[in-house]
């Protein structure tokens, strides 16, 4: 393992981009060690009860109440994030180690006079007087709990809140910069910069236009750096799978939705409600589709970030998962590469569906503010 | 199933996060990056542009000297033209000159001999005269000794004025 992260990072130093190099490396080494880590408890775990792939994978995408970094059970070491409820009662907050690590519904939590336990990362609250939570056999829905609104710090948002973080550090820095000269930036800033004027030359100006590109670019250039960096992030061991959970891609999309209802202009509902140039009876039929296509527009765009983010992180965790399922080291020796090479192919990919999804965005933009020449 | 149900508590977060994320942005770093971008790209705009228009300055300037050059050039042949004229001309002027001064000598040495001429024909008229009173004088003075004599004399006398 060692050989391998070495060589790896021998082939890197020949990159030019110095910050890019390691950042790459960090998370390399990252990713390997904490793969052992994952590897020996699991195997440690192995010999009492039997490995469920779909579970680990699915603990690995899915969000959490606590940030778990490694270790089984009692052992583990997960940093407690606050949980926020919005009850019947009013709101509640106590620490995510409160469960002492429980996600089957059993450590029942007192708080504010009410009952809570954690059933598969989601907090339910006890009806009156029920001190265990029951659910029924066949549809699975609790029996005598219901969910409050939960607004808590999870794993996801505590990822969220780091990726805004680093963005403002970042591009507040290469704002800095200009006060002090009027130069290009050099090194790492100088990549933040020419990204900047990527969004700018190659997203914004060709979908929207010259003349109405400026209003979109702030919308754009947060929406590409903060896909792209939690994107990064996600791929970071132990890290929380941002970008590929449902709840944010929907919120992504929806900005992009308000932003073409808003802006749209007279021209495009004319387009979409009744389309000139065509036969009127099939005007209504087009209605219809044009009207439906509004809507799937955006719904395409947070389906395809949440897939492919996805997507990316299954591949990888199954093929190590693959270990442990053919209980065999030496599957080791084909699975790690093959890990290792989605795991770079998941750069690009970090990178390209931030671009895709600020292009798209920006096309619908364009489409919904454009000036129609009629024929 | 769980993964693809929204959560709404990771939907608020993300919907306030972004909003506040797009106006902190907007405020201290898009907007102040976009300008120097802008800024540093129109300065470079203007600098290929001022440029490329003293570089057409100076070749207009270049132009401009062929030009001036020429025009001297063809100025000096011009000059030099005209003198080789002028000389050519003052040349001719003098031999012209030279000529009617010579031909108005000549021509006032002529009248000068002529009047000489006259003058020398009259002062030999009046010596001829003279003469002839004194040969008159002396043949008067002969004719008193000898007639025949005297005819000599006259004959001899006159002799010597047909010769003269």
């Known amino acids: 393992m060692h050989e391998i992260s070495e060589l790896i990072l021998s082939q890197l130093s020949m990159s030019t981009q110095k910050s890019f190099k390691i950042t790459v490396a960090l998370m390399l080494v990252l990713f390997l060690n904490s793969f052992n880590s994952v590897a020996k408890t699991d195997t440690d775990e192995e010999l009492t009860e039997e490995f469920n792939p779909t579970e680990m994978i699915m603990h690995h995408i899915s969000d959490s109440h606590g940030w778990h970094f490694f270790g089984e059970g009692e052992d583990a070491f997960t940093l407690p994030l606050p949980v926020i409820l919005w009850t019947d009662e009013g709101l509640t907050t106590f620490m995510s180690s409160a469960f002492h690590h429980d996600v089957e519904g059993e450590h029942v939590v007192e708080s504010n006079g009410q009952k809570f336990v954690n059933y598969h990362e989601k907090i339910y609250v006890l009806d009156e007087g029920e001190e265990a939570l029951k659910f029924d056999e066949k549809t699975h829905a609790a029996l005598n709990a219901n969910r409050p609104f939960d607004l808590s710090i999870t794993k996801n948002v505590a990822s969220m809140l780091l990726s805004a973080l680093l963005l403002i550090l970042l591009f507040v820095g290469l704002a800095k910069h200009y006060k002090k000269s009027k130069n290009a930036p050099k090194g790492f800033k100088n990549i933040l910069e020419t990204l900047v004027v990527f969004v700018r030359d190659e997203i914004a100006k060709p979908q929207i236009g010259e003349k109405k590109y400026l209003k979109y670019m702030p919308f754009l250039l947060t929406v590409f750096f903060f896909i792209w960096i939690s994107n990064l992030m996600g791929l970071l061991p132990g890290a929380a799978n941002v970008t590929g959970n449902i709840s944010i891609t929907i919120a992504l999309g929806l900005f992009t939705l308000v932003l073409i209802l808003v802006n749209a202009n007279k021209d495009y509902w004319q387009h979409v409600v009744w389309m000139p140039g065509i036969p009127t009876f099939v005007k209504p039929i087009l209605a219809i589709v044009e009207i439906l296509g509004v809507f799937i527009k955006p719904i395409a765009l947070m389906i395809r970030l949440f897939a492919n983010i996805t997507a990316g992180h299954i591949i990888i965790l199954s093929l190590i998962g693959l270990i442990f399922i053919l209980e065999t080291a030496g599957v080791a020796a084909i699975s790690v590469p093959f890990a290792l090479f989605i795991t770079v192919l998941e750069l690009l990919v970090a990178f390209l569906q931030a671009f895709i999804f600020t292009m798209l965005s920006a096309l619908f933009i364009g489409m919904a503010v454009q000036e129609h020449e009629h024929h | ?164």
């Open chain 2, 1 to 164: 199933m769980d993964l693809i149900t929204p959560e709404y508590g990771l939907f608020v977060w993300q919907v306030v996060v972004l909003i506040i994320l797009i106006f902190l942005l907007t405020k201290f770093a898009w907007k102040p990056v976009m300008k120097a971008v802008g800024e540093r790209e129109a300065s470079i705009n203007d600098a290929l542009a001022s440029a490329e228009k003293a570089k057409e300055e100076m070749a207009n300037l270049k132009a401009d000297n062929e030009k001036m050059l020429q025009q001297a050039r063809a100025e000096r042949d011009e000059m030099l033209k005209e003198a080789q004229e002028m000389k050519k001309s003052i040349i001719s002027e003098a031999t012209e000159d030279a000529n009617d001064k010579a031909e108005r000598i000549l021509e006032k040495a002529q009248i000068t001999i002529e009047s000489e001429k006259k003058q020398a024909l009259s002062e030999i008229k009046s010596q001829v005269a003279e003469l002839s009173v004194q040969i008159a004088e002396s043949v008067v003075k002969k004719q008193l000794d000898d007639k025949k004599e005297q005819m000599n004399l006259v004959n001899k006398m006159l002799d010597d004025v047909k010769l003269n």
